[in-house]
């Protein structure tokens, strides 16, 4: 039912928030997420008669046309469809970690689950929208990295082994994460898109064909865009540290096999979360600033950027993309984000039992033959109003 509603929810403001889709284009991938999509290179490749004629799709035509793939991404497919079953979990992997990092929040990352179609909060250059960017990209090179270490894409191998000699006890083996390659790969997919619409904003500047006010915003969002996504990447590349194994006589480790590895994923989310608290509204000097790549704002380079100003979350708002808060689970006895009391935002609560059912005290008769009681627990569960 929850995501039956979101998807209502998204068709009542598709219409109203079409004129900023040119400007998120790179994150709709994440649709992927729901994709049942069968990525066989083989049976795509031996049938010279696919398209429309013969009535077979490619999935990368599919992915354009009901998960929100761009041109350039739906190119890269066809040329690398091998990578496309890893971009698919890399989206499931961004989705699942966002939503378990802010689960206890107001804003809990439920937008995500809405692409290709984005809500208001996921296109106006909002905190949130600078997390979920960060989150997709980090996610990306993740789950490409992960793929090369562990052999299941041919177009890379095990990350080159560093030049610098270890100590006696210590020696490079192993297969690190190709972070390296996997990054390479996520600027053709991600990047190239946003670089694609600011050329497109530059083009319709001069032709001028829209309003010279929703051309500059469209310009803004693009270059944030571009800056949040490059951090999530950057968090990425400096998370790899040494991974070792011990080799020695009776469990000794006389000798250390080390590699390069990635940190789970949720890690990497905890991290990304630090920088949404700190996360810098930038004026539109800084992000011309940023469009020029020059460093007299140093800090930016290393912090998260947004635009607009967030919703409280608290009511629904279609315009704004808040799903509000009413029936959400708190914790009464908290006094963090997840209490009644933030969470619920001075609306109050309503405490529901809920019975329990469930097999206990079982034991083994005869060898064969289990028998269990019944047992009912009562709980107590506050919803917000």
């Known amino acids: 039912m929850e ?4 998807w209502m929810f998204v068709v009542c403001f598709v219409l109203v928030a079409g004129w900023m889709a040119g400007t998120c284009e790179s994150i709709r991938w994440l649709s992927l997420q729901h994709s049942h999509l069968n990525w066989n290179v083989s049976s795509v490749n031996n049938n010279h008669g696919r398209g429309i004629r013969s009535g077979i799709r490619s999935p990368c035509t599919l992915a354009r046309r009901r ?12 040329h690398s469809m091998e990578t496309m079953p890893h971009i698919q979990k890399a989206a499931m992997l961004a989705s699942d970690t966002c939503r378990e990092i802010f689960r206890d929040r107001r804003w809990n990352c439920s937008s995500i689950t809405t692409a290709p179609f984005l809500t208001p909060d996921l296109t106006r250059a909002t905190r949130e929208q600078a997390y979920v ?20 894409l041919h177009q890379c191998t095990c990350a080159s082994k560093p030049i610098n000699s270890p100590t006696d006890s210590f020696q490079w083996g192993g297969c690190g994460d190709n972070v390296r390659w996997a990054s390479q790969f996520s600027k053709r997919f991600i990047d190239n898109v946003e670089k694609h619409n600011l050329l497109k904003i530059e083009k319709t500047k001069r032709a001028k064909d829209l309003n010279e006010e929703n051309d500059v915003f ?4 693009a270059i944030v865009n571009l800056h949040n996504i490059k951090m999530g990447r950057k968090l990425i590349t400096a998370s790899v540290h040494n991974e070792c194994k011990c080799h020695g006589v009776s469990g ?13 994923m949720i890690k990497i989310g905890k991290e990304l979360l630090q920088k949404f608290t700190t996360a810098k509204v930038v ?5 011309e600033r940023l469009e020029q790549k020059t460093k007299k704002k140093a ?14 979350y608290c009511t629904k708002d279609e315009k704004l993309g808040s799903f509000g808060t009413m029936g959400r689970l708190c914790n009464v006895s908290s006094n963090s984000l997840d209490s009644c009391r933030q969470l619920c935002c001075g609306r109050g609560y309503k405490t529901v039992v809920e019975e329990k059912i469930e ?14 009681k019944v047992c009912r627990t009562m709980t107590q569960v506050h919803e917000c109003l």
């Open 359 to 372: 097999r206990c005290q079982c034991k083994i008769y005869n060898c064969c033959y289990v028998k269990c």
């Open 3 to 6: 995501i039956r509603s979101l």
């Open 218 to 221: 469209k310009n803004e969002v």
């Open 299 to 312: 800090v930016l380079s290393d912090e998260l950027v947004y635009i607009s100003k967030s919703p409280d």
């Open 283 to 287: 004026s539109q000097k800084t992000v």
């Open 133 to 152: 960017y960060a989150i997709s990209s980090a996610a990306l090179v993740y789950t490409l990295a992960r793929a090369c270490s562990s052999g299941n």
């Open 67 to 78: 998960y929100g793939l761009v041109k350039i991404q739906a190119k890269l497919c066809r």
């Open 252 to 264: 000794s480790c006389n000798i250390k096999t080390c590699w390069k590895a990635l940190p789970p």
